[in-house]
């Protein structure tokens, strides 16, 4: 068996922290996935939404290896204007990024089968981007979101990092919820 480029690899985590992500919520009713727990502690719901504008996010941001140029799902389907957000500050990025709880609190969130089918979408995207990659085009140079010079494989392990931290405040919520509380087992 051959070992697995760095790309291959890349694609195989985001690929199985995606599927986590949608797990671990789908898992919780819409109330559970609504409550914030505390009001330092965003709700699975706003996790869930986060991740989804941040894949959409970075996908757009990636270049077009073998694919079209792409824009922000969230941008081309007006999810702004469907699910209430005109005129709602999304802090960074548009992507909740330094939003605050209060402001992360008071966010017009649709159902969750709402918000889990557009994490989904740009979760998918995001996938089929990142698997157009070979080595060369992995390790080309890339300005990351933070305005850092770095690679695009470097730039998915970050992504890959962030994403993980969101998987495990999920679980913690879920477990504290009564369901189960790991993703992984």
């Known amino acids: 068996m051959a070992i697995p480029t760095g790309p291959e690899i890349i694609l195989f985590r985001l690929q199985r922290l995606n599927g986590q992500l949608l797990a671990t919520a789908g898992q919780l009713t819409e109330k559970e996935a609504s409550i914030w727990p505390a009001s330092t502690a965003p709700s699975c719901k706003w996790h869930l939404w986060h991740m989804g504008r941040w894949a959409d996010y970075v996908q757009a941001l990636l270049p077009p290896v073998g694919l079209e140029e792409n824009c922000e799902i969230w941008e081309s389907e007006k999810f702004r204007e469907k699910w209430g957000f005109t005129g709602i500050d999304l802090g960074m990025w548009g992507a909740g990024s330094g939003l605050g ?85």
């Open 101 to 185: 709880n209060e402001n992360g609190r008071a966010l017009p969130l649709p159902n969750l089968p709402e918000v889990r089918a557009y994490a989904a979408k740009a979760f998918d995207l995001l996938e089929i981007r990142v698997g157009k990659f070979d080595e060369p085009s992995f390790n080309t140079p890339f300005t990351d979101w933070h305005d850092v010079d770095t690679s695009i494989g470097d730039a998915m392990v970050g992504y890959i990092a962030h994403a993980n931290r969101h998987l495990g405040m999920l679980e913690a919520i879920s477990g504290v919820l009564g369901k189960d509380g790991t993703a992984t087992v």
